[in-house]
């Protein structure tokens, strides 16, 4: 039981491996930096992961690509538009809105309310066709089905 417990316990602890602290910028603000933008860039091995939870050798690359562009005095925006460049909008884990991702953004909501229109549109359709009344000959045509079925 206690080696159960034991294993439990340390593939608890596996996400905090991950990130590697050889490579740390000297500078404590500059590294506090790169860690903040690690947590904002997707591992594009792991795909749902940061490159600051992954163990995965590119994910080792970009945070030491991350630290040159801090040590370097890039602005974050400088660095993520680098990386956007190379590795395309996917690497962002928040995706910016522009008008490539506005469509993905939108979606949801207009087909949300198409649907609200549809379903209001059909809905009164539906109100209104109980409203009408049967014309005369409608009226004898179903007294005359309604007669021959009883």
């Known amino acids: 039981m206690r080696r159960i417990a ?9 996400p905090a491996f991950a990130y590697d602290a050889s490579g740390a910028l000297p500078d404590p603000a500059q590294e506090a930096r790169a860690r903040e933008l690690f947590r904002e860039l997707r591992c594009m091995v792991c795909q749902n992961q940061s490159i600051d939870d992954s163990d995965a050798p590119l994910a080792k690359d970009l945070r030491a690509l991350v630290r040159e562009r801090v040590a370097a005095g890039d602005s974050e925006e400088d660095i993520k538009d680098f990386l956007v460049d190379r590795y395309g909008e996917f690497v962002l884990l928040k995706p910016r809105l522009s008008g490539g991702t506005l469509i993905l953004w939108a ?3 207009a087909v949300l309310l198409l649907g609200v229109v549809f379903a209001l549109g059909a809905s009164r359709r539906e109100r209104q066709g109980a409203r009408e009344e049967l014309t005369a000959e409608e009226q004898k045509k179903l007294d005359a089905i309604l007669r021959r079925d009883a």
């Open 107 to 109: 979606g949801p909501v």
């Open 6 to 14: 034991l294993i439990f316990l340390l593939l608890l602890a596996v």
